[in-house]
Structures are given as structure tokens and as C-alpha cells.
């Protein structure tokens, strides 16, 4: 019972002097390093998702339906304007053509004999020597024959254009696609699809934009003469630089409703065939902007809700918790964020440009923003912030 007695008593010592051991103040200041903002003259592009496109492209239509007898043309390549491409069978169309041009023939003979029956009963009529009715009839036979020439001529016409149909010529320089037909094929006229040619050189590259941004290309596209070095450039898929600058050529007629964007067509030089249609790459406007800007670490900005804010550090008066009643020292300098809403400009690599918001020489956090809040009590003392690594800086 005593020795129950004496842990009792040991126990309750223990919890005693714990009780009464000294908590470490808790510290209310939040570690962060800082960074200096600076005017710098900035090099960067804006980019913009785009597409290759043919600046004209046709889908080639048989005009005559029959079946194919000829492909004069290889694949993929390019092809010059008149080339000769597919030939549909003829023998039909020329049988027709030939038979017009008979016809005609015919119709021509027809009429001179109707000529020189109504000039001898025009000669009779003026001496009474002929009935009337012969007479009248001869005239409506005559205006019937020359009728009848002209409808034959039209029928050689129609039968050439057929026959000129059943040979299929490229419209106009560019690139070929697969053939859709193979020899032997029997095509319809209008809806059978032979093929499709785009032009390949100049190649015409588009991309959206927002309507915000629409002035700028417009003002862009009124001093397109004004020749600027790498104003227009593109990245290819394999993020390689097209070597040939562009320049602006059309804006789309209309922004869309729906999403405020426009469409912007740029168009390059492609001489070596390296663009083809289709072809997602990059465009790169280079930024025009004289004078320096304000460039801060991208980890330095925090969004929400779509707008942008940064913490600077401002120095403020407190009451000094360590100063006595008797102390002369009533107030001391602290650290404290204060969040600023900013409008940010292009992100180049880590970094990002402020548009406005703060000035050149404010001091904003770049380690640490995570803890913040408006009027939060910092320090850049010898303490490890985090994700700095080591001691904040000033």
C-alpha cells in the first residue's frame, strides 16, 4: 500500500513539472524569400494553335459518266495547270460528236435546197406566175431549214463539250491526292469523287484568336507592307522553326458569337513543299512592344477565379511584445503581405510578364505564397521558406 502510495506521489510530480515547463512561443511570422521587381527589355512570342490550309482546293467531279480508261498522273505529286489527268471512256462521246457533226451536214444541204426553192417561187410571185400557197410554203420551209441548222449546231456543240468532258485536266497547279477511282471504274457524272488537288505554294496558315485582340492584327494587317524581321513564324509538329517568315493576309469577315474569337489567315512561302495541308504547327508573333517590362517569376502569381494576384511585402509599424513599461522602443518594423490584383501579359519559360498592377522596385513573395493571406505577418530572417531551399533573400 505504501509503495502504491509513493508512485502515486511520483507520478503527480512528473505531470507537475511538465505542467509548468515553458512553451516555446508559438511564431506568427510565415518564412518566405522575396524578389525585387525589375524593368527588363523582354524578347517573347505569342503563340497560337494553328493549321495548314490550301489557299485554293478542288474536288475533282466527272462531268460525263462512263468507265475509266486512263491515269496519267502519279500520286501525291504535283501537277502543273492543262496536265492531263484521267480519261473516261470516249468511244460513246466521239460516236456522238461524229454523228452531230453528220447531222449537220444534213441540215446544211436542207437549208440550200430550201434556199434556192424559195428564191425561184420569190421570182415567180413578182409576176403572178405561182399559186400563192406555194409561195408562202416555201418561205416557212426555208425559216425551218435555217432552224433546224442552228439546233444542229448546237447538238455538235453539246456533243464536243461531252467529248472534251471525258478527258479530265488539272484546273490549276498544286499538289494530287490518292486517286479514288481505279482503272476500269464506271463513274457517274457529278457525284463520283476522282480525286482532290490543293495549291502548294504560297500556303496559307490560320489560327484563332480572341475579338480582345483584334485591333492588333487588324493595325498588323493595314502595315503589312512595313517589313519586320520574324513578325510571322511557325513551329512545326517536331517543334523544328519553318525557315521562311510569313505575313498576314486575311481576317475572317465575322467574330463567332458564341466563342468571340475570329479567324486569322496567315500565308508563307513553301517552296520546297515542306507545309502541306492539314498540318498542325505553331504560329509565332513576335511581340512589337517598345520600352521594358516587368518580368516576375510565374510561381510568384496565384489565380483565382480568372484573376491574378501577387503578394508584395510592405513594411509596417507593431508594438514591440518585447518592450517593458519603462521601454523606449514602443514600435518595431514587420514584414506584411499585401495581395495585389495584376494583369499578366506572355509566360516565357518560368516566368511571366505583368502588364499592371505592381511598379519596378516592389518587392513580391516568390516562396511561401501558399501560406498567405492579405496582411499576413512575413520574415525573410535566416529561416528556410518553402520550397526555397535555404535562407529567404532579400
Same mark, same amino acid.
Given at each position: 500500500?505504501?509503495?502504491?502510495?509513493?508512485?502515486? +506521489?511520483?507520478?503527480?510530480?512528473?505531470?507537475?513539472?511538465?505542467? =509548468?515547463?515553458?512553451?516555446?512561443?508559438?511564431?506568427?511570422?510565415?518564412?518566405?524569400?522575396?524578389? #525585387?521587381?525589375?524593368?527588363?527589355?523582354?524578347?517573347?512570342?505569342?503563340?497560337?494553335?494553328?493549321?495548314?490550309?490550301? !489557299?485554293?482546293?478542288?474536288?475533282?467531279?466527272?462531268?460525263?459518266?462512263?468507265?475509266? $480508261?486512263?491515269?496519267?498522273?502519279?500520286?501525291?505529286?504535283?501537277?502543273?495547270?492543262?496536265?492531263?489527268?484521267?480519261?473516261?471512256?470516249?468511244?460513246?462521246?466521239?460516236? *456522238?460528236?461524229?454523228?452531230?457533226?453528220?447531222?449537220?451536214?444534213?441540215?446544211?444541204? $436542207?437549208?440550200?435546197?430550201?434556199?434556192?426553192?424559195?428564191?425561184?417561187?420569190?421570182?415567180?410571185?413578182?409576176?403572178?406566175?405561182?399559186? #400563192?400557197?406555194?409561195?408562202?410554203? %416555201?418561205?416557212?420551209?426555208?425559216?425551218?431549214?435555217?432552224?433546224?441548222?442552228?439546233?444542229?449546231?448546237?447538238?455538235?456543240?453539246?456533243?464536243?463539250?461531252?467529248?472534251?468532258?471525258?478527258?479530265?485536266?488539272?484546273?490549276?497547279?498544286?499538289? /494530287?491526292?490518292?486517286?479514288?477511282?481505279?482503272?476500269?471504274?464506271?463513274?457517274?457524272?457529278?457525284?463520283? &469523287?476522282?480525286? $482532290? &488537288?490543293?495549291?502548294?505554294?504560297?500556303?496559307?496558315?490560320?489560327?484563332?484568336?480572341?475579338?480582345?485582340?483584334?485591333?492588333?492584327?487588324?493595325?498588323?494587317?493595314?502595315?503589312?507592307?512595313?517589313?519586320?524581321? *520574324?513578325?510571322?513564324?511557325?513551329?512545326? %509538329?517536331?517543334?523544328?522553326?519553318?525557315?521562311?517568315?510569313? @505575313? /498576314?493576309?486575311?481576317?475572317?469577315?465575322?467574330?463567332? *458569337?458564341?466563342?468571340?474569337?475570329? $479567324?486569322?489567315?496567315?500565308?508563307?512561302? =513553301?517552296? #520546297?513543299?515542306?507545309?502541306?495541308?492539314?498540318?498542325?504547327?505553331?504560329?509565332?508573333?513576335?511581340?512589337?512592344?517598345?520600352?521594358?517590362?516587368?518580368?516576375?517569376?510565374?510561381?510568384?502569381?496565384?489565380?483565382?477565379?480568372?484573376?491574378?494576384?501577387?503578394?508584395?511585402?510592405?513594411?509596417?509599424?507593431?508594438?514591440?511584445?518585447?518592450?517593458? %513599461?519603462? *521601454?523606449?522602443?514602443?514600435?518595431?518594423? @514587420?514584414?506584411?503581405?499585401?495581395? #495585389?490584383?495584376?494583369?499578366?501579359?506572355?509566360?516565357?519559360?518560368?516566368?511571366? /510578364? &505583368?502588364?499592371?498592377? +505592381?511598379?519596378?522596385?516592389?518587392?513580391?513573395?516568390?516562396?511561401?505564397?501558399?501560406? !498567405?493571406?492579405?496582411?499576413?505577418?512575413?520574415?525573410?530572417?535566416?529561416?528556410?521558406?518553402?520550397? %526555397?531551399?535555404?535562407?529567404?533573400?532579400?
Amino acid at each position: 500500500m505504501k509503495r502504491v502510495f509513493l508512485n502515486a +506521489i511520483f507520478i503527480s510530480l512528473i505531470i507537475l513539472a511538465a505542467c =509548468n515547463k515553458k512553451q516555446p512561443p508559438v511564431n506568427s511570422e510565415i518564412p518566405v524569400n522575396l524578389f #525585387k521587381v525589375k524593368e527588363k527589355h523582354v524578347l517573347y512570342y505569342d503563340q497560337y494553335p494553328s493549321t495548314t490550309a490550301a !489557299l485554293s482546293q478542288v474536288t475533282l467531279l466527272p462531268q460525263v459518266q462512263g468507265a475509266v $480508261t486512263g491515269i496519267f498522273f502519279t500520286e501525291g505529286t504535283h501537277v502543273k495547270k492543262g496536265q492531263k489527268l484521267y480519261e473516261i471512256d470516249r468511244r460513246i462521246y466521239q460516236d *456522238s460528236y461524229d454523228a452531230a457533226v453528220a447531222n449537220r451536214k444534213v441540215t446544211e444541204g $436542207t437549208l440550200v435546197q430550201s434556199q434556192q426553192d424559195a428564191d425561184r417561187y420569190e421570182y415567180l410571185n413578182k409576176y403572178n406566175a405561182v399559186a #400563192k400557197q406555194l409561195y408562202d410554203h %416555201a418561205v416557212i420551209t426555208l425559216q425551218n431549214s435555217q432552224s433546224q441548222v442552228k439546233s444542229a449546231d448546237q447538238a455538235v456543240k453539246t456533243a464536243k463539250t461531252n467529248l472534251n468532258y471525258a478527258t479530265v485536266y488539272a484546273p490549276f497547279d498544286g499538289t /494530287i491526292g490518292f486517286s479514288q477511282v481505279k482503272l476500269g471504274n464506271v463513274v457517274t457524272s457529278g457525284s463520283t &469523287i476522282l480525286n $482532290t &488537288i490543293s495549291t502548294d505554294d504560297p500556303m496559307a496558315v490560320d489560327f484563332v484568336i480572341n475579338e480582345k485582340q483584334l485591333p492588333r492584327f487588324e493595325l498588323l494587317q493595314q502595315n503589312k507592307h512595313q517589313t519586320t524581321d *520574324s513578325l510571322f513564324t511557325i513551329l512545326l %509538329a517536331d517543334n523544328s522553326l519553318y525557315p521562311v517568315n510569313g @505575313k /498576314i493576309s486575311v481576317i475572317d469577315r465575322a467574330v463567332n *458569337s458564341q466563342t468571340g474569337s475570329i $479567324t486569322i489567315r496567315l500565308v508563307f512561302p =513553301n517552296p #520546297k513543299g515542306m507545309l502541306r495541308v492539314g498540318m498542325s504547327c505553331v504560329v509565332r508573333v513576335h511581340n512589337q512592344e517598345k520600352g521594358p517590362q516587368l518580368l516576375v517569376p510565374g510561381k510568384a502569381v496565384v489565380e483565382q477565379m480568372g484573376e491574378y494576384f501577387v503578394y508584395t511585402a510592405k513594411d509596417s509599424l507593431m508594438n514591440n511584445p518585447k518592450a517593458g %513599461a519603462d *521601454s523606449a522602443i514602443k514600435k518595431v518594423k @514587420k514584414l506584411v503581405a499585401v495581395q #495585389k490584383k495584376v494583369m499578366v501579359g506572355q509566360t516565357i519559360g518560368p516566368n511571366m /510578364i &505583368i502588364k499592371s498592377g +505592381i511598379n519596378s522596385g516592389e518587392r513580391i513573395v516568390v516562396d511561401g505564397v501558399q501560406l !498567405l493571406h492579405d496582411g499576413a505577418r512575413i520574415t525573410t530572417a535566416n529561416k528556410i521558406a518553402p520550397s %526555397a531551399g535555404g535562407k529567404g533573400g532579400r
